[in-house]
Antibody, heavy 122, light 107 residues
Framework: ELQLVQSGAEVKKPGESLKISCKGS????????IAWVRQMPGKGLEWMGV????????KYSPAFEGQVTISADKSISTAYLQWSSLKASDTAMYYC???????????????WGQGTTVTVSS | DIQMTQSPSSLSASVGDSVTITCRTS??????LNWYQQSPGKAPKLLIF???TLQSGVPSRFTGSGSGTDFTLTINSLQPEDFATYYC?????????FGQGTKVEIK
């Protein structure tokens, strides 16, 4: 059964770059889509985008297009979320999660990572 | 984009009570509606998909219903571990938006 383990908490300054990771267990990682979900402090869940680990096809929510980059390295079963220039408003918890396999990439998310806290402050 | 509206935003209940949370969408989504539970400090957990199908391992006291634009999540006989925030999410089209959440608190 797939498990997703995310990288640790990050504290960054505005303008810095950052790449966080989500590593999958098991040998079928390349056959899954992996999504990223943002949760700002005290707020709800926001679907950011998704990547197919097999060929790195990506889909972004319009709200996040151009703001972040989603990538993957199937050889090490890892998906990434990165920023080129962080803003204070990027402070949030970020989750990776798997859409139910065998369906569209926007289907329900049945496996979740534990989350990565990103704090951006001067 | 499809807009999601959950109500209420919060509610108070006691152990053993039954509660119902409503989710309304801005356009018909057939039965492509999911429900999640998020306990404090934890990642969300998928409870129900396709409006009424229980995810494996989820207790039967959780029931989902609805189609089109109106959906409900009912929790029968609330247990202490059920006090959490619940989110609906549509899976009809991209982006798969979430509702704003309903916090179920202990009375």
């Amino acid at each position: 059964e797939l498990q997703l383990v995310q990288s640790g908490a990050e504290v960054k300054k505005p303008g810095e770059s950052l790449k966080i990771s989500c590593k999958g267990s098991g040998d079928r990682f390349s056959s899954y889509w992996i999504a990223w979900v943002r949760q700002m402090p005290g707020k709800g869940l926001e679907w950011m985008g998704v990547i197919y680990a097999g060929d790195s096809e990506t889909k972004y929510s319009p709200a996040f297009e151009g703001q972040v980059t989603i990538s993957a390295d199937k050889s090490i079963s890892t998906a990434y979320l990165q920023w080129s220039s962080l803003k204070a408003s990027d402070t949030a918890m970020y989750y990776c999660a798997r859409p139910r396999p065998g369906f569209h990439y926007y289907y329900g998310l049945d496996v979740w990572g534990q989350g990565t806290t990103v704090t951006v402050s001067s | 984009d499809i807009q999601m509206t959950q109500s209420p935003s919060s509610l108070s209940a006691s152990v053993g009570d039954s509660v119902t949370i409503t989710c309304r969408t801005s356009q018909s989504i057939s039965s492509y509606l999911n429900w999640y539970q998020q306990s404090p400090g934890k990642a969300p957990k998928l409870l129900i998909f396709e409006a009424s199908t229980l995810q494996s391992g989820v207790p039967s006291r959780f029931t989902g219903s609805g189609s089109g634009t109106d959906f409900t999540l009912t929790i029968n006989s609330l247990q202490p571990e059920d006090f959490a925030t619940y989110y609906c999410q549509q899976s009809y089209t991209t982006p798969p938006a979430f509702g704003q959440g309903t916090k179920v608190e202990i009375k």
